[in-house]
Nanobody, 121 residues
């Protein structure tokens, strides 16, 4: 069973930065596509970013392009989300997900428990 544990969330002022981490128990981590979604209160869970197993192909939601960067360390079985120039509308619970590329992009992969990010204005 895949275990994903997110960390790094917190409270930050608008314009600030945070780095989220997602540690996994996946034995063949390097073969998985990894991604991040977020869910604001009362809203649906939305795609944020994804990276293919090799890390050479990344995909971002338009709302975070140029501000967020997804990366992975296959030696540490960990994926990161560097978030810069944060805005109040980035406030949400951020979830890590793992699976095939289709599973990640469709939101049908494995999930972590989420980490709260709150951006104050």
């Amino acid at each position: 069973q895949v275990q994903l544990v997110e960390s790094g969330g917190g409270l930050v002022q608008a314009g600030g930065s945070l780095r989220l981490s997602c540690a996994t128990s996946i034995r063949t981590f390097s073969s998985y596509t990894m991604g991040w979604f977020r869910q604001a209160p009362g809203k649906e869970r939305l795609f944020v970013a994804a990276t293919r197993w090799s890390g050479d192909l990344t995909l971002y939601a338009d709302s975070v392009k140029g501000r967020f960067t997804i990366s992975r360390d296959n030696a540490k079985n960990t994926v990161y989300l560097q978030m810069n120039s944060l805005k109040p509308e980035d406030t949400a619970v951020y979830y890590c997900t793992a699976g095939t590329a289709n599973e990640v992009l469709r939101g049908t992969g494995s999930w972590g428990q989420g980490t709260q990010v709150t951006v104050s204005s």
